[in-house]
């Protein structure tokens, strides 16, 4: 249920938004200014400090946070004249997290520095609108019973998730029979591993049918992305990996589905626009007018399926091993995809090193079962050593 102050008839809803400069960041405010009933009480940004001056200025935040505190100290002087509390670091970020006012936390920061303020925000009663695939993939053990605990609800805001989500209302997730989630094929669909030895980061950044920031669009050329989605869905809706199929359609049009005990598979479609699940995430249970382009069948004509390439790309079945192994594995999957990718990105590497980084990773690996918030951070320290030792 939405609580929040009145105005203009309508009901507030307030909002922080981790991740305010990124793709789903921006979106969120796009969704925000064309609602006008949903209050920024706070953002979070990494670097981008003049985008994120921008935003402080146009919502009005009470308090904003950056990463590192030199970063925070130019910020307090560029908004000296607004009424706005800047802090930084991982202190920041919690508090951000606990503000009271705060209903639901948008997570869409990248990486697991997103762990720890997923949790405070969940032990402050906030809901959360889930953009951070690697809070659930290392830590869904900890997230979800914790969930449950305090009674918040996980909104995810992935598009695939957001399909199952919305394929599942009114349905009794005990009658699931599988999930199928949906993959473009990414640039790179049809070619075979010979053909992936020599491509330049400027390919793998042309994402046939979606603008993502440029990790997620590395990920999903190589399919780890789907891998993350896979250890996602597991968590979120309590599924075994073997009821979990990973589905290629290129036009991107139907986002994810779920299939049912007596066959029946109902599919959530749509144009790629990623403000539509954001969008259902924070006005959830109820549906909102959303501008755009509409779905055209007319036009469309057919929409088509593959299985998965994964003899040419290893994200998929990696992460399916990870995920078996469980503990700690999903995290040095996670960790060792993360540095590859930046290492790729630099041009210090090679597109199929980041396949080989991460199975060196993975190998070398003690599993620790159930781990603890701190142990997953030290793997995920561990697995950063580990790399730059050798690559």
């Not at 449950?148 to 909104?155: D, F, N, R, S």
Request: charged letters at 25%; proline letters at 4%.
């Amino acid at each position: 249920m939405i609580t929040g102050k009145y105005k203009k008839g309508k009901l507030m809803k307030t909002i922080a938004v981790l991740g305010a400069t990124g793709s789903i960041g921006t979106q969120t405010l796009e969704v925000a200014r064309a609602n006008k009933d949903i209050r920024i009480a706070a953002l979070a940004a990494g670097r981008n400090i003049r985008l994120l001056e921008e935003q402080i200025r146009e919502f009005l935040p009470r308090v904003a946070a950056v990463w590192e505190e030199a970063d925070a100290q130019k910020l307090r002087t560029a908004v000296r004249d607004l009424d706005v509390k800047i802090v930084s670091g991982m202190e920041g970020l919690l508090e951000i997290c606990t503000l009271p006012e705060v209903e639901t936390v948008v997570t869409a920061i990248v990486g697991m520095i997103g762990i720890r303020p997923t949790i405070a925000a969940i032990q402050a009663g906030k809901d959360i609108a889930l953009a951070n695939k690697e809070t659930l993939v290392t830590a869904g053990h900890i997230i979800m019973p914790l969930a449950e605990q305090c009674g918040v609800k996980i909104l995810p805001v992935d598009s695939e998730h957001s399909a199952i989500f919305q394929s599942l209302n009114g349905e009794n997730p005990r009658q699931i029979h599988k999930l199928l989630i949906t993959a473009s094929g990414g640039p790179f669909r049809g070619r075979k591993r010979e053909q992936l030895a020599d491509v330049r980061v400027e390919d793998a950044l042309k994402h046939p049918n979606w603008s993502m920031g440029q990790k997620i669009t590395i990920d999903s050329a190589t399919l780890v992305n789907k891998g993350l989605e896979v250890m996602e869905a597991r968590w979120l809706f309590g599924m075994d990996l073997d009821r979990i199929q990973v589905v290629v359609q290129p036009q991107s049009v139907i986002h994810s589905m779920v299939e049912f005990v007596d066959g029946a598979i109902i599919a959530q479609l749509g144009t790629p626009d990623m403000k539509l699940p954001i969008q259902y995430a924070l006005y959830y249970p109820e549906r909102r007018f959303l501008a755009g382009d509409r779905l055209d069948f007319a036009r469309l004509s057919q929409i088509t399926f593959e299985e998965p390439d994964t003899e040419t790309f290893l994200g998929l079945p990696l992460a399916y091993r990870a995920a078996r192994a469980g503990g700690s594995m999903p995290t040095v999957f996670n960790a060792a995809n993360e540095r590859a990718v930046s290492k790729f990105l630099s041009r210090k590497i090679g597109f199929t090193d980041i396949y080989e980084i991460i199975t060196e990773c993975m190998e070398a690996h003690k599993v620790r079962q159930n781990p603890s918030v701190e142990e997953i951070l030290e793997t995920e320290q561990e697995t950063y050593e580990m790399i730059e030792s050798r690559w």
